[in-house]
């Protein structure tokens, strides 16, 4: 019986360090003796969880491992949650996915209280004591489920991508190979834990490789500059917003600290963007700046990476590249043929070990989002060169703000609960830091008003940050076509 190979490559690992920070420091050893210690909890007596959903509010670093892998260990499916979800939200994911317990350090379990006893979750910190339990854990087949990722679309709510074992271990090592990982990587892990990106790219594959990551409870600029100064790390991976936000910070240091970030940027083998459109002159700027040309690739929940500029070979700057390994990809024009050459584009189709077994309890949007066996992806691109160029998004209902992927329609359901909107438009808006901004034109009930301080304070707790709107506009009607619906494109102009 074949067992969960990130896991049985983690004992050969062994003795190297896995996490490390300027506190402390954690091997692999340790890390999958802590998993199985806790894989015995979470079983409690029962030989298999049969992939029950197990959720985790936990920050990147050895804590968050050893729950999803002992989560894996034990048979469960693993549930990542967001750290800065509000309680509706975090509500929402786990009543979809029907969890059944939570895991979380202590303090967050007495914030959460109300939840816990809402969904009668059992809880668990992930600080298990070692009691060395030695009976045995489930079989782990490959095409057992293993993740969920909660993501959203065109709904107005957000689906649940189901990916196996078998898919994670594809997601990984094409990444592994494209981008020639190796055991003495080091790389700072501070993108959010329950997307792909974090999750695969950054920590997996960090994992797989036998690599030490630097863990950081979310981004801050001066903390991760000082350890690039210091040569901490070989390898980087950001969106694009972070890249930005690196320029600024740079160009505004000292000469003299700024020339030991730059030698540190310049010394890395390798520094990746994705999640978001990377604009030229963002990756131009940044070539300019530490002479280090970062590699663009495009991705998804649902498919993990598709598309890469090559590590050898030239990194075109408004370019996503070629196919990864294991990936087989095509672009379906408007009118359905398939393309068969460059210039015309069309939609990206994606077929292969990496793509997702589902969406959790939506058996007809799943059958929906498949075409022939390939998924649909909605993103146009057009293959210029030999390069694929990534040229949107078929829905406007999409919106990619720092990188997180955002539904207008769940936003404006939100927004709808405000007793002084009567009628809502979301759309994205152009921002030269987060890429697209949130922005929302209303129409008022009768004798009322609304500024946009006052609905941004009404948003918290109810949205997170990031989908609070940056622009409000309020106006006296709504575009509308024939049909009476509302043109989007239309009321992205007012902005
Ligand atoms: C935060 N703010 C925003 C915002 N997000 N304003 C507009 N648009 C947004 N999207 C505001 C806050 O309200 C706050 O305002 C201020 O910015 C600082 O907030 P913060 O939360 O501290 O921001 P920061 O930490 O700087 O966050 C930026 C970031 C973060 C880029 C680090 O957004 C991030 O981690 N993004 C990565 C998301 C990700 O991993 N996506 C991958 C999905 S997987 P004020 O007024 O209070 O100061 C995927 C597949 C693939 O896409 O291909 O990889
Ligand atoms: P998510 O659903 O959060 O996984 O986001 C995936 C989406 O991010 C894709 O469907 C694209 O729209 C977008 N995306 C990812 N990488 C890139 C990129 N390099 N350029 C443009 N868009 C990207």
């Known amino acids: 019986m074949k067992s969960i190979q990130l896991l049985a490559r983690a004992r050969v690992h062994g003795d190297r360090i896995a996490f490390q920070s ?31 959903r197990i959720g985790f509010l936990i920050p990147a670093g050895v804590d968050y491992v050893v729950a999803q892998w002992g989560v894996w260990l034990a048979g469960g499916i693993a549930v990542p949650l967001s750290l800065s979800a509000t309680v509706p939200e975090l509500s929402y994911t786990l009543k979809d996915s029907q969890t059944c317990c939570l895991i979380a350090n202590q303090d967050q379990l007495k914030q959460l209280t109300s939840v816990i006893e809402a969904f009668d979750l059992r809880t668990l910190t992930p600080d298990v004591p070692s009691e060395n339990n030695t009976d045995t854990l489930p079989p782990i087949t490959p095409d057992r489920r293993a993740m969920i990722l909660y993501t959203s679309g065109t709904t107005s709510t957000p689906k649940g991508v189901v990916t196996t074992h078998a898919n994670i271990e594809s997601q ?41 990551i630097e863990p950081f409870a979310k981004f801050k600029t001066d903390l991760i500059l000082n350890r690039v100064a210091a040569g901490a790390y070989t390898v980087f991976m950001a969106v694009p917003t972070i890249y930005v936000k690196l320029i600024q910070a740079i160009e505004s240091e000292t000469s003299d600290s700024q020339s030991a970030i730059i030698a540190g940027f310049a010394a890395m083998r390798l520094m990746v963007s994705g999640s978001a459109a990377l604009p030229a002159s963002v990756h131009e700027h940044w070539t300019r700046l530490t002479n280090q040309q970062l590699l663009e690739r495009y991705g998804m929940t649902e498919i993990g990476m598709a598309l890469s500029n090559p590590y050898h070979g030239e990194r075109r700057p408004g370019a996503v590249g070629q196919p990864l ?148 506009l309020v106006v006296d009607q709504l575009p509308r076509n024939a049909m009476g619906k509302i043109t989007k494109p239309a009321v992205r102009k007012f902005f």
């Open 22 to 52: 300027d506190h402390d420091k954690h091997s692999y050893a340790e890390l999958i003796d802590r998993a199985e210690q806790l894989a015995h909890q979470l079983l409690d007596g029962r030989d298999d969880l049969q992939e029950a």
């Open 325 to 472: 390994p294991l990936v087989e990809l095509r672009l379906k024009s408007e009118t359905g043929e398939i393309i068969a050459g460059e210039n015309q584009p069309g939609e990206i189709q994606v077929c292969g070990p990496c793509v997702f077994l589902e969406y959790w309890d939506r058996e007809s949007v799943t059958i929906d989002s498949f075409d022939e066996g390939w998924f649909q992806t909605g993103d146009v691109a057009v293959l210029e060169d030999g390069y694929y160029r990534i040229m949107g998004r078929q829905s406007v209902d999409i919106i990619k703000s720092g990188g997180y992927k955002l539904s207008a329609l769940e936003i404006e359901a939100a927004l709808l609960q405000h007793e002084a909107i009567r009628e809502c438009a979301v759309v994205g808006v152009e921002d030269a830091t987060w890429g697209e901004a949130v922005a929302v034109a209303i129409v008022v009930q009768d004798d009322t008003m609304l500024q946009l301080e006052s609905l941004r304070n009404w948003c918290q707790g109810r949205l997170s940050q990031y989908k609070i709107p940056k622009h409000l």
């Open 172 to 212: 990984i090592t094409t990444l592994v190979e494209a981008w020639q990982w190796e055991s003495t990587d080091r790389i700072p892990l501070f993108l959010p834990l329950h997307h792909i990106h974090g999750i695969i790219n950054v920590m997996s594959c960090a994992l797989w490789s036998g690599a030490t």
